[in-house]
């Protein structure tokens, strides 16, 4: 090998190494510091808190929605594990986070022992720790491109630990010989697959994938056996669901979300225009390195690497990428619905690094550099501040006591719809729904319009003694959503729309009952707590009751 050429490569691999660490680190910082605050940092966050207090109380955690709570779309297995945390110290949205921070620390855990599985022969622990570097970096960088949504008291961490999780197994029992130990993982392994369903519903296509891959890849009778394991684990735990939760357990779960419309208009502005090119650069790298392996150094390959595995990965990832598509096209459906999909293509990129440093020491070729350049870009392509985002988190922290303090000094019922169980959560106040759970249910009639109902009475009679709004939803805001929904109407007369006119013209009419308080008419805790507001969050008004 030239000296000069062998340098060069191990220089990019130590920048891409270099790279890996400097994201991982700073994710981890960001991480730990974001899951100290008691406070709601992303939409639905607070759905879990929410559901653990309906748990406490004896309530169900999916019942008739109310305006004190309305349940989410979520499968519960999140907030089962959370309990463990929140059993042994006091409910808040930290302890809830710890499933998601738990599951972080472990990602890279899980995708060591797939490495170390993957192989057929013996790897350099070194290789396979730096490999596990490099996936860290390459998965935790899509941090700011995710939303920030990694470390959130929220399924997508889980859902991707618990993807690897299976993953590590089925390879298990791929390289296991049919005996008591094969029959222990397929056991284990249904359990798995089990509970996918009840972290992420759109999932449950990948039990039956798995079915495929081991009938196809190791079995016939071991797929079948594993079926059945499935079968009985899947309809044991449905069956304990909706024995305690009635039948609102499927609603919530099943019946709603088939109920939300894909939206073509998120296909074409964000599939093929922002998503789809963050993928471009990773998948021409594994497409080049596959190639380049698989047919140039033939021999070399079959000797230590489980075809089987790699091509399992990407039927694999072609699911997740697929499933990801039609989440995003779905009325809620946000850029974590990638999240999945990007994170087993980062575990083939850099299952295929790992199987290509093998052949660095017997062939070096000019594409060795072209492709640590397309990693490379792809780190750019990914790219954000985590200095910057670390130094705004540790601001909040430094006067969230303060402003919980004077959010509780405000007396009365608060109604803050953006964080509305921020009050139960601070000074145990009256909790009460989100709109963005209303949203959810505008499909079905039956239980949203009840909920509308009780919503514009809960400004008739008054009920709330103040109620706190972001300037954009202002009187005439409120009545521009108003009009708009009008019009959505008007152009697609479906269920949806017309309960979306209703719920915009409940939220125009509440002006009728309260009015703004003006500047000179605040009194000293609310003006306090307006000027610790705007140096966190978008500026926001207070209304009060309308003098009769």
């Not at 106040?429 to 009475?457: G, H, M, Q, W």
């Not at 929904?485 to 002006?511: C, G, M, Q, S």
Request: positive net charge; glycine residues 2%; proline residues 4%.
């Amino acid at each position: 090998m030239n000296p000069k050429k062998s340098f060069l490569l191990r220089s990019y691999i130590l920048v891409l190494l270099g790279i890996s660490v400097y994201y991982s680190f700073y994710f981890f910082l960001i991480m730990l510091t974001r899951t100290k605050i008691n406070f709601i940092l992303g939409p639905f966050e607070d759905y879990f808190l929410q559901a653990y207090y309906q748990y406490m109380n004896g309530k169900p955690i999916y019942a008739f929605p109310t305006i004190d709570y309305v349940a989410q779309i979520y499968g519960p297995f999140y907030l089962y594990l959370s309990k463990l945390f929140i059993s042994f110290s006091q409910i808040n949205l930290p302890n809830i986070r710890l499933v998601s921070v738990i599951s972080n620390f472990s990602l890279p855990v899980v995708f060591f022992f797939i490495l170390r599985s993957i192989s057929r022969v013996e790897m350099a622990k070194f290789k396979t720790v730096l490999a596990t570097l490099l996936f860290s970096g390459l998965y935790f960088v899509s941090y700011d491109f995710t939303g920030y949504w990694l470390d959130l008291a929220k399924v997508d961490s889980l859902l991707n630990f618990w993807i690897l999780l299976s993953i590590l197994i089925y390879i298990w029992i791929l390289k296991s010989e049919v005996n008591f130990r094969l029959l222990l993982l397929l056991f284990a392994f249904a359990w798995v697959c089990s509970e996918f369903i009840f972290i992420k519903q759109s999932l449950l296509v990948l039990p039956f994938l798995y079915f495929v891959l081991i009938f196809f890849f190791k079995n016939r009778k071991v797929a079948f056996v594993y079926l059945f394991f499935y079968l009985f684990y899947q309809s044991l735990l449905l069956w304990n669901e909706i024995r305690e939760l009635d039948n609102y357990y499927l609603f919530f779960n099943f019946i709603l979300p088939s109920l939300h419309p894909l939206s073509e208009r998120y296909f074409l502005k964000e599939v093929l225009i922002l998503i789809i090119p963050q993928f471009f650069l990773i998948c021409a790298f594994e497409i080049i390195t596959f190639n380049k392996i698989k047919f140039q150094f033939d021999k070399y390959w079959r000797h230590i690497l489980n075809e089987r595995v790699y091509y399992s990965l990407i039927l694999i990832f072609l699911s997740l990428i697929s499933i990801g598509i039609l989440g995003r096209m779905k009325h809620g459906g946000f850029v974590n619905s990638f999240l999945y999909a990007y994170c087993v293509l980062t575990v083939i990129s850099v299952f295929l690094l790992y199987f290509h440093w093998e052949t660095i020491s017997n062939f070096l070729m000019l594409s060795h550099f072209a492709l640590f350049a397309l990693l490379l870009l792809q780190f750019k392509l990914l790219q954000y501040s985590p200095h910057r985002v670390y130094k705004s988190y540790l601001k909040l922290t430094s006067i969230e006591t303060e402003y919980q303090q004077k959010f509780c000094d405000i007396p009365g019922v608060i109604l803050y719809e953006k964080l509305s169980f921020m009050g139960k959560v601070y000074c145990n106040k009256r909790p009460f729904f989100t709109l963005y759970s209303a949203t959810d249910l505008l499909p079905s009639d039956p239980f949203v319009l009840p909920l509308i109902e009780e919503y514009k009475n809960s400004f008739k009679n008054r009920i709330y003694d103040r109620l706190i709004l972001e300037e954009a939803e202002s009187e005439l805001a409120s009545a521009n959503f108003y009009q708009e929904a009008v019009k959505d109407y008007e152009l697609n007369p479906t269920i949806r729309n017309k309960n979306k006119v209703l719920l915009h013209k409940a939220k125009w009419e509440r002006f009728d009952s309260y009015e703004r308080i003006l500047p000179d008419e605040l009194t000293e805790s609310e003006r306090k707590f307006l000027e610790v507001h705007k140096i966190l969050f978008p500026p926001i008004v207070l209304f009060r009751k309308k003098i009769k």
